[in-house]
C-alpha cells in the first residue's frame, strides 16, 4: 500500500507564495509522472501542473509563470511553488502521480488535498 501525504497549505494575502510538498511512502517500485490538481468550490478539479520522470513539465495557463513543479526522486517527493497568488488561486490542491507497484503494475494516486485559501 502506498500513501500520498501533502504538507504546506493555508491562508495567505494575495501577492503572497506558498509551497506544497507531497511524500509517497509504501511499496513503490518506481514513480513516474506526478502533477497537482485542485478544485474550487462549485468546480471541477482541474489539472494545476505536471512532471513526468524526466523532468518535462506542463502548467495550466492560469498558473504559468508564477507557479513551479519539482521533483526529487531520491525522497519520493515532489512539490508546487506558488508565487504571486491570487484570490482565484484559492481550492483544495490534491497531489497526483503515477505509482508503479511492481515493474508491471502501476496505478494513480492521490494524496488527501490540502486547502489554499488566498485572501485579504
Known amino acids: 500500500q502506498v500513501q500520498l501525504v501533502e504538507s504546506g497549505g493555508g491562508l495567505v494575502q494575495p501577492g503572497g507564495s506558498l509551497r506544497l510538498s507531497c511524500s509517497a511512502s509504501?511499496?513503490?517500485?518506481?514513480?513516474?509522472?506526478m502533477g497537482w490538481y485542485r478544485q474550487a468550490p462549485g468546480k471541477q478539479r482541474e489539472l494545476v501542473a505536471t512532471?513526468?520522470?524526466?523532468?518535462?513539465?506542463n502548467y495550466a495557463d492560469s498558473v504559468k509563470g508564477r507557479f513551479a513543479i519539482s521533483r526529487d526522486n531520491g525522497k519520493n517527493t515532489w512539490y508546487l511553488k506558488m508565487n504571486s497568488l491570487i484570490t482565484e488561486d484559492t481550492a483544495v490542491y490534491y497531489c497526483?502521480?503515477?505509482?508503479?507497484?511492481?515493474?508491471?503494475?502501476?496505478?494513480?494516486?492521490w494524496g488527501q488535498g490540502n486547502q489554499v485559501t488566498v485572501s485579504s
Open positions: 497526483n502521480a503515477r505509482i508503479w507497484a511492481t515493474a508491471t503494475t502501476a496505478y494513480n494516486g
Open positions: 509504501g511499496s513503490i517500485f518506481n514513480i513516474g509522472a
Open positions: 512532471i513526468t520522470s524526466d523532468s518535462s513539465t
